[in-house]
């Protein structure tokens, strides 16, 4: 049996689990709710969890396996594309996709990722395969469909991969195919959509939709991440390795020759991925395949140079000014993406145990203090995960990811869920004090003035979320003297402070 510590006591796993479940309800009681943005990854977990039953590890191994996977996913692709590859270059390629993906982040966030990796990358080789201008085997369209509605049922990022092989299956006048591979990478979105809307009323999960609004709606982000197509952390490396090398080969190769598809096809995704989804983000785990795809595209269309058509050598006087000209881009490209290269290295190396020992310190000191002083209250939050694990206390989480109510002003006015929402949220459900991110821009807007800060916690890290500060706010002045009494006694890890305190000084007792 699988234990965690909490305090000075251990909680049972299954014990755990079950007061989730039962929590879920109190997050919004006898209503439906959904905080996944992957309905397919709760899916095979709640499946493997029927069998099986409830264990940390789940998660792990599964993403284990998916990890597998992309090692034979791999291997398809070079075979098909560069066969004669020796073996120490497809270790070596295999071995840098797991540093810079990085993949010890993504096994350890136990999110579906790795399968999204794994997704991506087999879309976009049995779409190469199929493209490519000796067609592929029989059997690889039906397999391209059904890899298709996987990627699709994994992410929402799965549609910047299927928009592009639609297109060139369009231009290979491979019509019905087309239509195929859009309707099935629809079928997860559409029927999970068609029953998010029976039971709630809205057509995603609560995640996506308050992300959305967050970032200001499709084209607020839009208008955002054009400025990361010239950034030299984000678009200019890729662009200026990608397009250029596509371009040096394009004479010599065509279009339609295997790695040539495999280049066009990742920059086409990487160029939409740029402007339209997250990137570098913490974990680093939303922009993870594209890195992964990068690297194989690169590395395949080098194999096939090297290995596969043994290009003469040419010196540099001898190459016309273009060919020049694009070459020099590419090297440059190559030295830009050297640095961002080494982060993800560095941040797959260490992120992974850092980020769980600030997880300690931001979440579980917040469960020890409310279950604690407030494990049977309504308390306002940003963050459910730990706490709705560990403690039988209700919460109202003002991101929208777990509560309806944050979506409902956009939904039903046009507006943005604002403070005197939250304020008014807060006092319809008798919530005495609120709990947040008070250094997380997103959440800090969200809070009423009219709520007294009584306490701040300074994290000594956050290599994940770069917030360091959580605050206690009494939601009414009547809930401070409970609240500071519950702050006098409660004691925070060494390594956390406490930066600032609106308690009086005294012997406050606990009221009974």
């Known amino acids: 049996m699988f234990v965690y510590p909490l305090d000075d006591s251990y909680i049972h796993l299954a014990e755990a689990h079950t007061l989730a479940v039962d929590h879920i309800w109190g997050v919004r009681p006898g209503e439906f709710a959904s905080a996944s943005s992957s309905p397919i990854w709760t899916i095979l977990l709640a499946a493997i969890e029927r069998v099986v039953g409830f264990h940390l590890g789940t998660p792990i191994v599964l993403n284990l ?44 966030l136990g999110m579906e990722h790795v399968a999204q990796t794994f997704s991506i990358l087999a879309l ?52 019905w195919l087309a239509l195929a591979v859009g309707a099935c990478a629809a079928m997860g979105p559409v029927g999970f959509g068609l029953y998010f809307h029976h039971v709630s009323g809205f057509w995603m999960p609560y995640s996506v939709i308050a992300k959305s609004q967050q970032a200001g709606g499709v084209l607020g982000s839009f208008r955002m991440q054009v400025t990361n197509i010239v950034s030299w952390k984000v678009g200019l490396p890729i662009l200026f390795t990608l397009l250029p090398l596509w371009l040096l ?113 931001e979440h579980i000191q917040m469960v020890r203090f409310i279950r604690t002083y407030y494990d049977h209250d309504t308390v306002v939050v940003n963050d459910i995960g730990a706490l709705a694990l560990f403690t039988h206390a209700h919460f109202l989480d003002v991101l929208g990811l777990a509560s309806v109510e944050p979506l409902l002003p956009r939904a039903r006015e046009g507006r943005s869920f604002g403070p005197e929402d939250v304020a008014a949220w807060a006092k319809s459900k008798n919530a005495p004090i609120a709990l947040l991110s008070s250094g997380e821009a997103t959440t800090a807007r969200l809070i009423p003035k009219e709520w007294t800060v009584v306490q701040t916690w300074q994290l000594p890290r956050n290599v994940a979320y770069w917030s360091y500060f959580l605050t206690l706010y009494a939601v009414e002045p009547a809930a401070m003297p409970r609240l500071c009494a519950s702050l006098k006694e409660f004691q925070l890890t060494p390594a956390d402070k406490v930066i600032y305190d609106a308690c009086p000084r005294g012997d406050a007792a606990l009221p009974r």
């Not at 090692?71 to 073996?87: H, K, M, N, Q, S």
């Open 65 to 108: 396996v998916f990890i597998l996977g992309i090692f034979l996913v791999v291997e398809y692709g070079l075979r098909r594309i560069a066969p004669d590859t020796p073996l120490w270059a497809r270790y070596l390629l295999n071995l840098t996709m797991i540093l810079i993906a990085p993949m010890s982040n993504l096994i350890m």
């Open 124 to 175: 976009v080789i049995l779409a190469t395969e199929v493209l490519k201008a000796d067609d592929g085997a029989a059997g690889q369209p039906i397999l391209l469909c059904a890899v298709a509605a996987l990627a699709g049922a994994l992410r929402y990022e799965a549609a910047f991969a299927v928009l592009p092989v639609i297109l060139l299956l369009l231009a290979r006048r491979r019509g």
């Open 249 to 361: 080969r394009l004479k010599a190769r065509g279009f339609w020759e295997g790695s040539q598809v495999l280049l066009f096809l990742t920059l086409l995704i990487s160029v939409i991925h740029i402007l339209l989804g997250p990137v570098l983000h913490g974990l680093m785990r939303y922009d993870s395949y594209l890195f992964s795809l990068r690297l194989f595209a690169l590395f395949t269309a080098f194999a096939a140079e090297v290995w596969q058509y043994g290009t003469r050598r040419e010196s540099i006087a001898e190459l016309p000014v273009q060919r020049k000209i694009l070459a020099g881009i590419t090297f440059a490209g190559l030295l830009l993406s050297v640095p961002v290269f080494g982060h993800r290295v560095q941040a797959g190396l260490l992120n992974p145990v850092q980020a769980a020992v600030d997880r300690y310190h």
